[in-house]
């Protein structure tokens, strides 16, 4: 499968001098991590990419099940001028050194690279693993070559081979009880689950009431402060969702309480300081990182990943590519003992002795963990993020700055508090009821000094409350005077909260990926695709920025749940990546693997085809259609189907032979949340209309359809959009006039012929496109978001998210500047104007 690495003489058998004429060749995934390695390594390498993954299995099953499990791959078609670059090049070179991310995938991909080239046997062909892209991080990959691990590469086609019989089959079965098209997934599939199941805790939840009291108290010094009323006969009362036995259950209940309250005497009954300790995170994980970036940057799994990507791969400020952050796909916190001594110095330097422990603090990752890798980390950690600032696009930055900021906290001193808990008690009838406040004092911040920013990085991006730390988040803590026990106390004020037990939240981004990880579904490297896959695939949407589970997605798991009942357990899913891991370690082949996890699926297979409801069929709804289920003859009743617009109800007769039986009644069955104003129906003028969704999107439909047949388009969320509204202006192409209209990106202004007459008014900025001198106009993605592209597009590819204009940089003379809105967390958005060549700002106005 590999070749050795060789140091001596590779000259080729017939003489020829390829030491003397060729070069080394090195092959990485990323074009822009084969610039910054060319400008490390320097002359006498050729450093080329293979632009991600160039062969996989084809669009059929790939897989020879029969023999071995062996899989056919192939060469994609966008890949093949690629594979025949590379073939050329490792021709004249005098070594091949294959360079792909270190991980699973990456030696995947160096294997692939080598069945795909197939190079000269003769040629030596080496594997190193680049951790960090710094000159540093290179010279010593490059001074350790190895050999492709054999280990590494079945454990990745094992996961290749799983997940493509677990798609290919089963989406099979959903092809013939549910739609075309449809698909299932090892991973994603109970990634679907896993919010399903949320969903229906949320529905079948009914919610407790309960009633919170909080009294005012002076003391003989100020200030006055608020206590909770946490007992009541010395049992613990409900104050959240955890249920105790007892609780103020309604507001007949509270308002007693309160009166006997009110006239009660108080005095301190107890009183402790104690101290308190908060321990800094280990750095982070890939995991870990993308849960705090969702959190606090609010970056999507996948923008998180992009950016790691970049900050990795190498970032370009001045001094030509460099990698800033470690390799960003890791399950361990360790770091290098020279990273940990890098840090702990500068801790010193910046912060002081006293921010530094005794001993350098040691992490390290939970059982099953993968610790080939390093956690992620800065290459330098002496590159703070000031000075970076105006280096980096805002999203690298605050990506920067968080991971620079949580491996220094890891390596420095516990923040520390004293912590004050004070209760009064006061005689109610035969309880008694306990009052209590809880106040914290810091004593020392610790590892929270660097979470806190200098006032000169409060800037609009919001980068220091972006940056935050994880623990440093606002208490219900109260600020306490000197108190004595025994000391009088003076009620003031008693307030009654009414409160309800909650449902468990929504899985967001972050509350997801933390799931996955703790069940051991996938990977971290595959969290983004799995989010991605499960919204493009219509099973999930976002609603408030939380997943909620379409009625597709419900219906398809509930189906999944009646023939795969081990395939959709997490814990199944967790146990396969146990075998991967093994396979990885060599105590589990590949075809043993395969061959356990076949034979169950098989049989599997087999009982769903039987056992699966058929919703092409229709599943009976046990209701009778309105239409026509109280005739005495041929009653109707309703079967739940799916169409191409997704699930709805229709009636048994809709089929029926005698044409006087037929019944034309459908229903949809997911329906959207619909906006306050419904309008009316401009045909006949029933209202309210009903919100549907179709092929192009939702629209509001007459309720007497199909007697009537007015519709009202509707943007994207549901909201009714006006009819044509003419401009007075005259299309210069047909004569007709130019009117308003509503697309589904949005609103603009076309000839009333269109689409028959193409013609589109565009508005046409001041500025002229840099790149080739045409028009800037602005534009709207698929998600709304305006920016400004060329109108010259397709042949001109220019684009700008920041409305350009006609303003001189003054720092570097750049004829244009772009009108931007910032929006710093807890301020008023600010317009500032941002120059495209050298990132200088100054305020509008």
Same mark, same amino acid.
């Given at each position: 499968?590999?070749?050795?690495?060789?140091?001596?003489?590779?000259?080729?058998?017939?003489?020829?001098?390829?030491?003397?004429?060729?070069?080394?060749?090195?092959?990485?995934?990323?074009?822009?991590?084969?610039?910054?390695?060319?400008?490390?390594?320097?002359?006498?390498?050729?450093?080329?990419?293979?632009?991600?993954?160039?062969?996989?299995?084809?669009?059929?099953?790939?897989?020879?099940?029969?023999?071995?499990?062996?899989?056919?791959?192939?060469?994609?078609? =966008?890949?093949?001028?690629?594979?025949?670059?590379?073939?050329?090049?490792?021709?004249?070179?005098?070594?091949?050194?294959?360079?792909?991310?270190?991980?699973?995938?990456?030696?995947?991909?160096?294997?692939?690279?080598?069945?795909?080239?197939?190079?000269?046997?003769?040629?030596?062909?080496?594997?190193?693993?680049?951790?960090?892209?710094?000159?540093?991080?290179?010279?010593?990959?490059?001074?350790?070559?190895?050999?492709?691990?054999?280990?590494?590469?079945?454990?990745?086609?094992?996961?290749?081979?799983?997940?493509?019989?677990?798609?290919?089959?089963?989406?099979?079965?959903?092809?013939?009880?549910?739609?075309?098209?449809?698909?299932?997934?090892?991973?994603?599939?109970?990634?679907?689950?896993?919010?399903?199941?949320?969903?229906?805790?949320?529905?079948?939840?009914?919610?407790?009431?309960?009633?919170?009291?909080?009294?005012?108290?002076?003391?003989?010094?100020?200030?006055?402060?608020?206590?909770?009323?946490?007992?009541?006969?010395?049992?613990?009362?409900?104050?959240?969702?955890?249920?105790?036995?007892?609780?103020?259950?309604?507001?007949?209940?509270?308002?007693?309480?309160?009166?006997?309250?009110?006239?009660?005497?108080?005095?301190?009954?107890?009183?402790?300081?104690?101290?308190?300790?908060?321990?800094?995170?280990?750095?982070?994980? &890939?995991?870990?990182?993308?849960?705090?970036?969702?959190?606090?940057?609010?970056?999507?799994?996948? %923008?998180?990943?992009?950016?790691?990507?970049?900050?990795?791969?190498?970032?370009?400020?001045?001094?030509?590519?460099?990698?800033?952050?470690?390799?960003?796909? &890791?399950?361990?916190?360790?770091?290098?003992?020279?990273?940990?001594?890098?840090?702990?110095?500068?801790?010193?330097?910046?912060?002081?002795?006293?921010?530094?422990? =005794?001993?350098?603090?040691?992490?390290?990752?939970?059982?099953?963990?993968?610790?080939?890798?390093?956690?992620?980390?800065?290459?330098?950690?002496?590159?703070?993020?000031?000075?970076?600032?105006?280096?980096?696009?805002?999203?690298?930055?605050?990506?920067?700055?968080?991971?620079?900021? %949580?491996?220094?906290?890891?390596?420095?001193?516990?923040?520390?508090?004293?912590?004050?808990?004070?209760?009064?008690? =006061?005689?109610?009838?035969?309880?008694?009821?306990?009052?209590?406040?809880?106040?914290?004092?810091?004593?020392?911040?610790?590892?929270?000094?660097?979470?806190?920013?200098?006032?000169?990085?409060?800037?609009?991006?919001?980068?220091?409350?972006?940056?935050?730390?994880?623990?440093?988040?606002?208490?219900?803590?109260?600020?306490?005077?000197?108190?004595?026990?025994?000391?009088?106390?003076?009620?003031?004020?008693?307030?009654?909260?009414?409160?309800?037990?909650?449902?468990?939240?929504?899985?967001?981004?972050?509350?997801?990926?933390?799931?996955?990880?703790?069940?051991?579904?996938?990977?971290?490297?595959?969290?983004?695709?799995?989010?991605?896959?499960?919204?493009?695939?219509?099973?999930?949407?976002?609603?408030?920025?939380?997943?909620?589970?379409?009625?597709?997605?419900?219906?398809?798991?509930?189906?999944?749940?009646?023939?795969?009942?081990?395939?959709?357990?997490?814990?199944?899913?967790?146990?396969?990546?146990?075998?991967?891991?093994?396979?990885?370690?060599?105590?589990?082949?590949?075809?043993?693997?395969?061959?356990?996890?076949?034979?169950?699926?098989?049989?599997?297979?087999?009982?769903?085809?039987?056992?699966?409801?058929?919703?092409?069929?229709?599943?009976?709804?046990?209701?009778?259609?309105?239409?026509?289920?109280?005739?005495?003859?041929?009653?109707?009743?309703?079967?739940?189907?799916?169409?191409?617009?997704?699930?709805?109800?229709?009636?048994?007769?809709?089929?029926?032979?005698?044409?006087?039986?037929?019944?034309?009644?459908?229903?949809?069955?997911?329906?959207?949340?619909?906006?306050?104003?419904?309008?009316?129906?401009?045909?006949?003028?029933?209202?309210?209309?009903?919100? %549907?969704?179709?092929?192009?999107?939702?629209?509001?439909?007459?309720?007497?359809?199909?007697?009537?047949?007015?519709?009202?388009?509707?943007?994207?969320?549901?909201?009714?959009?006006?009819?044509?509204?003419?401009?007075?202006?005259?299309?210069?192409?047909?004569?007709?006039?130019?009117?308003?209209?509503?697309?589904?990106?949005?609103?603009?202004?076309?000839?009333?012929?269109?689409?028959?007459?193409?013609?589109?008014?565009?508005?046409?900025?001041?500025?002229?496109?840099?790149?080739?001198?045409?028009?800037?106009?602005?534009?709207?993605?698929?998600?709304?978001?305006?920016?400004?592209?060329?109108?010259?597009?397709?042949?001109?590819?220019? &684009?700008?998210?920041?409305?350009?204009?006609?303003?001189?940089?003054?720092?570097?003379?750049?004829?244009?500047?772009?009108?931007?809105?910032?929006?710093?967390?807890?301020?008023?958005?600010?317009?500032?104007?941002?120059?495209?060549?050298?990132?200088?700002?100054?305020?509008?106005?």
């Amino acid at each position: 499968m590999t070749r050795k690495p060789s140091q001596g003489d590779s000259s080729t058998p017939d003489g020829s001098e390829r030491a003397t004429r060729g070069q080394k060749l090195v092959i990485v995934e990323s074009p822009s991590k084969a610039k910054t390695i060319t400008k490390y390594l320097g002359k006498g390498y050729k450093v080329m990419a293979s632009v991600g993954h160039i062969r996989d299995l084809p669009r059929k099953l790939g897989v020879d099940i029969e023999n071995g499990f062996q899989e056919e791959y192939e060469v994609s078609p =966008a890949k093949e001028k690629v594979v025949k670059e590379l073939k050329a090049a490792a021709k004249t070179a005098n070594e091949l050194i294959l360079a792909t991310d270190p991980d699973r995938e990456g030696e995947a991909i160096s294997w692939h690279l080598l069945e795909a080239i197939k190079p000269p046997k003769s040629l030596p062909v080496s594997r190193v693993l680049f951790n960090e892209i710094t000159p540093a991080g290179i010279q010593k990959a490059m001074a350790a070559p190895t050999t492709i691990n054999k280990k590494l590469v079945d454990a990745q086609r094992a996961r290749r081979v799983l997940d493509r019989l677990v798609g290919y089959k089963v989406s099979q079965v959903l092809w013939d009880k549910v739609r075309r098209g449809l698909s299932a997934g090892r991973v994603q599939s109970v990634a679907v689950r896993i919010i399903v199941d949320r969903e229906k805790e949320i529905l079948a939840f009914n919610p407790v009431e309960y009633w919170v009291l909080k009294g005012k108290f002076a003391a003989k010094l100020p200030p006055s402060f608020w206590m909770k009323l946490v007992k009541l006969g010395g049992q613990p009362l409900q104050l959240g969702n955890k249920e105790t036995k007892r609780r103020v259950a309604d507001a007949k209940e509270a308002g007693d309480l309160k009166a006997k309250l009110e006239k009660a005497d108080y005095q301190v009954t107890g009183l402790e300081t104690k101290e308190k300790k908060r321990n800094p995170a280990a750095p982070f994980t &890939t995991a870990k990182l993308q849960q705090e970036a969702a959190q606090k940057l609010k970056m999507s799994v996948s %923008r998180t990943m992009q950016n790691a990507q970049r900050l990795y791969e190498g970032v370009d400020f001045g001094e030509g590519p460099v990698g800033l952050i470690t390799y960003m796909r &890791t399950d361990s916190p360790r770091m290098a003992p020279e990273a940990v001594e890098a840090a702990r110095e500068l801790i010193a330097k910046k912060y002081g002795k006293e921010y530094l422990p =005794a001993k350098a603090r040691v992490y390290t990752g939970k059982a099953g963990a993968q610790d080939a890798h390093e956690a992620i980390r800065p290459t330098d950690i002496t590159r703070t993020p000031e000075s970076l600032r105006g280096n980096l696009e805002p999203d690298q930055f605050r990506l920067y700055a968080l991971i620079w900021r %949580r491996t220094m906290a890891s390596q420095m001193e516990a923040a520390r508090f004293d912590e004050t808990v004070v209760q009064t008690e =006061a005689a109610v009838g035969k309880d008694t009821a306990t009052f209590e406040a809880k106040g914290e004092i810091e004593r020392f911040p610790g590892w929270l000094a660097v979470y806190r920013a200098d006032k000169t990085e409060v800037d609009a991006e919001g980068i220091a409350d972006a940056t935050k730390g994880p623990e440093e988040e606002d208490e219900d803590d109260a600020l306490l005077p000197a108190l004595k026990v025994g000391e009088a106390l003076r009620l003031e004020q008693l307030d009654t909260d009414q409160q309800f037990t909650k449902p468990p939240a929504r899985f967001n981004e972050a509350t997801l990926v933390k799931e996955l990880e703790e069940d051991g579904i996938g990977r971290p490297s595959t969290y983004a695709s799995i989010i991605s896959t499960i919204q493009d695939r219509d099973y999930v949407k976002k609603h408030e920025g939380r997943f909620k589970p379409t009625d597709l997605g419900m219906t398809v798991t509930e189906l999944l749940l009646q023939g795969f009942v081990d395939l959709m357990d997490p814990k199944y899913t967790g146990a396969m990546e146990g075998n991967l891991d093994r396979i990885e370690e060599g105590k589990l082949t590949f075809k043993k693997a395969m061959t356990d996890f076949y034979g169950p699926f098989e049989q599997s297979l087999a009982a769903a085809g039987k056992d699966m409801q058929n919703l092409k069929a229709g599943v009976p709804t046990g209701e009778k259609c309105p239409k026509c289920g109280d005739r005495k003859k041929h009653p109707g009743t309703l079967l739940k189907r799916i169409g191409r617009n997704g699930l709805f109800v229709g009636c048994t007769n809709y089929s029926a032979e005698a044409e006087k039986d037929k019944c034309d009644y459908t229903a949809d069955l997911e329906k959207m949340e619909e906006p306050e104003d419904a309008p009316e129906c401009p045909l006949c003028g029933t209202t309210p209309m009903n919100l %549907r969704k179709g092929q192009w999107g939702p629209f509001w439909a007459c309720p007497q359809y199909p007697k009537c047949k007015g519709i009202v388009k509707a943007d994207p969320k549901g909201i009714p959009v006006p009819a044509d509204e003419p401009t007075g202006e005259t299309c210069p192409n047909c004569g007709k006039g130019f009117v308003k209209r509503h697309g589904r990106y949005g609103e603009f202004i076309c000839c009333v012929d269109y689409p028959t007459c193409k013609t589109v008014k565009k508005e046409i900025l001041a500025v002229p496109c840099p790149k080739c001198g045409g028009g800037l106009s602005p534009r709207k993605t698929r998600f709304g978001k305006v920016f400004y592209g060329c109108v010259n597009y397709p042949k001109c590819d220019y &684009t700008a998210w920041d409305k350009p204009v006609p303003v001189t940089c003054p720092a570097c003379k750049n004829p244009t500047m772009g009108e931007k809105t910032k929006k710093p967390r807890g301020k008023d958005p600010i317009q500032v104007l941002i120059c495209p060549n050298c990132k200088h700002e100054e305020p509008m106005g």
